[in-house]
């Protein structure tokens, strides 16, 4: 930490797991480092921020990427989540992407029902491909063309421990496109 430190960086990139993570940037505080650290989505979730807040608190933000977002028409989908789930899980991020993972399978379904085809693996597929299904909390995924690129919309958050999920997000969900301003 010390040569990173004495390095003089804009910022640390904290590319690691959520085990390691938290123990790289207590470490950070402790050497009294006041560069910021950008981490992985991995890392975007109340456990961690809980685990670092108070030893960042005032030496250095913490910020992350994520794809997850319960603004505006968000808001609605995180409602009826929270309808469905035990208060345990309210805010626990496994339990919110196995929520989006249902609802991306189930809108494959609901597009076969639509259109009163069999559920067949190459029908389901084609159903699936026929047009973007959006992510309850998020962008959207596109399986046109063979496309399985994953989600391309993303928002960037920074630890704050006075926030319900731990992070305070500091710009909203954007895709590659609307970043480079095309």
């Known amino acids: 930490m010390k ?18 993570m938290p123990t790289i940037v207590k470490e950070m505080a402790a050497q009294g480092m006041t560069a910021p650290a950008i981490t992985t989505y991995v890392n975007v979730s ?26 505006d028409e968000r808001a609605d989908n995180l409602a009826l989540y929270m309808e469905w789930i035990d208060d345990e899980y309210d805010m626990n991020a496994y339990a919110q992407t196995g929520w989006i993972a249902a609802a991306f399978f189930c809108e494959g379904l609901y597009r076969l029902e639509a259109e009163g085809k069999p559920v067949t693996w190459t029908n389901y597929m084609a159903a699936l491909e026929e047009a973007p299904i959006q992510n309850p909390f998020g962008g959207y995924i596109d399986y046109a063309n063979g496309n399985r690129a994953g989600t391309q919309v993303m928002n960037l958050s920074k630890v704050n421990g006075d926030e319900v999920t731990g992070w305070e997000l500091v710009d909203g969900l954007r895709t590659m496109d609307e970043l480079l301003g095309n």
């Not at 640390?12 to 959520?18: F, G, K």
């Open 3 to 20: 040569r990173i430190k004495d390095a003089g960086c804009d910022f640390v990139i904290v590319a690691a797991i959520q085990a390691t």
């Open 46 to 71: 109340p456990a961690i921020s809980e685990l670092v807040a108070t030893d960042i608190k005032g030496k250095f933000d913490v910020y992350g990427n994520g794809w997850v977002s319960y603004e």
